[in-house]
């Protein structure tokens, strides 16, 4: 490994700035004729875009038990999403699991190496005690332990039609907290430059997981005036895109004024691709949500089509990585840990089995990514493999909310789509008649895989 750090004051600051059902398509500097994100743009120009990066899981959180442990969803003990039940002193109602105590985050692996670690966001890795950010090495979190909030009330509402009741979720470490009528997304913002600006002269990790744009689909007036001439869908997710970028720009001013910037790692990136989930919206259910947008890509999230979990991602550096990369490396949520660790110069504790690799080399000597396939898993039977260029899907769907033949039955034969990505990356032309032979060999890998994990199970 490439060793930049060796005493603890020099080592880098790490920034993951996370996003919620952020589309590939959603961002200016990935293609976006309608969204203005400039200071996206800018942080993308700055270092590395990545073109071809995924999320390990198409939903939530799966994503972020990867993002945070450097390791495969199935590995980390979170294949599915997690409910989202607050439990409160007597109350009747049973935590939902969460990511096990027994994992390793990446903060908890940096605290011991002197780092101040913090969360300011969405959490949604389990609401139990023994699952929350406290107890999984963050100094300080403010934040909701569950899937959604609303915007302004931070009150989760969305399941009452099971039986789940509304409860009030937002919290600064173990202690409830009311904000009400404050935008979730600004309060997110205040607190990660909070942070940074009460940062002496340890290093800190600071993760910075948006719950915007996924829904309720709220957003402040002023961005919603920014576009005037778009359609009433897309001009809500432009308005919460929007505050997020303005959100970035926040936290790099304040590196910039603290003196931080030129030492610190800012990761850019969203847990799956946009929802057609049944949104709070005033059209009724007959029209699903299409505020989002994948781009060229199928699918959408909850799917193992590209559109489901191929994501935006960035990488900055300044001093150390090269500015206005675009690569095309195949990369993960799970290289994340690996990669800061490498970066600051510490190893991975012994016995540790880490499913992501480092990308040091590639982001700062242009050397090939270490991998050359990927693979997934997710409801309905899914699983994906990406061998190079080819991607074979297995029961794909197109979206988490499966409708009449969008996807087959679970004990018919399965359906296979094969898609060679470099002539064809939107997955359009099926060429596993064509490819037999591709196909059987594709299939073994991601059996093997798939049995290794405990994957469809």
């Known amino acids: 490994m490439i060793r930049f750090y060796r005493m603890s004051n020099d080592r880098p600051n790490l920034v993951v700035i996370y996003t919620d059902d952020l589309g590939y398509g959603d961002l200016g500097c990935y293609g976006s004729d309608s969204i203005l994100t400039p200071h996206l743009d800018a942080l993308a120009d700055s270092g590395i875009r990545f073109t071809n990066w995924y999320s390990n899981s198409p939903v939530c959180s799966p994503s972020r038990a990867a993002l945070l442990t450097g390791r495969h969803p199935n590995r980390a003990g979170v294949p599915r999403i ?21 994992e390793k985050t990446i903060a908890t692996l940096l605290r011991p190496h002197g780092y101040r670690t913090a969360i300011f966001g969405k959490w949604h890795l389990g609401v139990g005690e023994a699952y929350r950010p406290n107890a999984h090495g963050f100094d300080e979190f403010f934040g909701f332990l569950a899937g959604c909030v609303d915007y302004y009330s931070h009150i989760f509402y969305h399941q009452l039609s099971r039986g789940i009741d509304a409860v009030h979720d937002l919290w600064h470490n173990e202690r409830e907290v009311w904000r009400n009528g404050e935008y979730f997304t600004d309060l997110v913002t205040q607190k990660a430059v909070d942070f940074i600006e009460r940062s002496n002269d340890a290093p800190f990790f600071l993760y910075v997981p948006y719950n915007a744009p996924h829904y ?41 004024a603290t003196g931080a910037y030129e030492n610190t790692i800012i990761f850019f ?11 709070n919206w005033l059209d009724g259910n007959e029209d699903l949500y299409y505020g989002g947008s994948a781009g060229i890509f199928r699918g959408h999230k ?11 991602a960035i990488l900055s550096f300044p001093g150390k990585i090269a500015e206005g990369q675009v690569r095309d490396d195949l990369g993960a949520m799970f290289d994340v840990p690996p990669t800061f660790l490498d970066f600051a110069g510490i190893d991975p504790p ?6 992501g690799k480092s990308l040091v080399k590639t982001a700062t000597q242009n050397v090939r990514s270490p991998h050359d396939q990927l693979f997934w898993e997710y409801g309905g039977g899914q699983l994906a493999i990406r061998r190079n260029n080819w991607k074979l899907v297995v029961n794909g769907r197109e ?15 399965k359906h296979l789509h094969l898609a060679d990505l470099e002539s064809d990356p939107g997955e359009r032309e099926n060429l596993a008649e064509q490819n037999p032979e591709l196909v059987d060999r594709l299939m073994a890998e991601l059996q093997s895989w798939a049995d290794e994990m405990g994957a469809g199970n």
């Open 399 to 413: 979206n988490g909310q499966a409708g009449p033949g969008d996807s087959p039955d679970p004990s018919a034969p």
């Open 350 to 355: 012994d016995g540790l089995e880490l499913d």
């Open 269 to 279: 990136s969203s847990d799956n691709g946009p929802s057609r989930e049944t949104r």
């Open 302 to 312: 909850g799917s193992v089509y590209e559109g489901g979990i191929r994501e935006p």
């Open 82 to 102: 997690l409910g989202g039940q607050r439990v409160t002193p007597g109350s009747r109602k049973q935590s939902t699991p969460g990511l096990p105590a027994t």
């Open 216 to 256: 309720p689909m709220h957003a402040p007036k002023s961005y919603l005036d920014r576009y005037p001439n778009l359609p009433p869908d897309r001009r809500i997710m432009a308005a919460m895109i929007s505050a997020i970028d303005d959100g970035v720009g926040s936290i790099v001013k304040a590196l910039k």
